[in-house]
């Protein structure tokens, strides 16, 4: 009995490319990494100002709230924005406005703990601002590469949300 079968994806037709291999993964691996690191440090770099004596620690949680607000307040404008917009322009903006803010940050540090909110508010903005947009690329990206598997989740193994 011959079986004939056909070949759907180019993962089935032995023309699988390795995502690895894609620039665009690559880039967008490099942004996640990118991002992923900058919204570590700031926490990380205001806490060793305290430990340098350069912001006290009713100003590192002031600091900290001001970015947590900047962050919430852009989310939501940020993701109407990337539906309406280019996602990849959203992305860049967001990322040079928190790119631009560092610098304000790492100045004001020990000179005014209101500038130092500001700018950590700014970098809670971009990096907000970046996440609507950036989640939407990653389906972008990906989707043309993977082929022939499905697009929807498969159910996790913890059972369905309720």
Same mark, same amino acid.
């Given at each position: 009995m011959s079986t004939s079968s056909t070949s759907s994806g180019p993962a089935e037709s032995g023309q699988a490319r390795s995502i690895l291999r894609e620039a665009r993964f690559? $880039?967008?691996?490099?942004?996640t990494t990118a991002s992923g690191l900058a919204t570590w440090a700031?926490?990380?770099?205001?806490?060793?100002?305290?430990?340098?004596?350069?912001? =006290?620690?009713a100003g590192l949680g002031f600091a900290l709230a001001a970015r947590t607000v900047g962050f919430l307040v852009a989310v939501?404008? =940020?993701?109407?924005?990337a539906d309406r917009h280019s996602r990849r322009a959203a992305v860049l903006w967001a990322g040079l406005a928190a790119a631009a803010a560092a610098p304000a940050?790492?100045? =004001?540090?020990g000179q005014s703990v209101v500038a130092t909110a500001a700018a950590a508010a700014v970098m809670g903005a971009g990096q907000g601002a970046c996440r609507p947009a950036f989640q939407a690329l990653v389906a972008e990206v990906?989707?043309?590469?993977?082929? =022939?598997?499905?697009? $929807?989740?498969s159910p996790s193994p913890c059972g369905s949300p309720p």
């Open positions: 690559i $880039r967008l691996w490099l942004a700031l926490p990380f770099v205001l806490g060793l100002a305290v430990l340098a004596g350069e912001l =006290s620690a939501p404008v =940020s993701g109407v924005l940050l790492a100045l =004001s540090l990906v989707a043309p590469t993977v082929g =022939s598997r499905p697009t $929807r989740p």
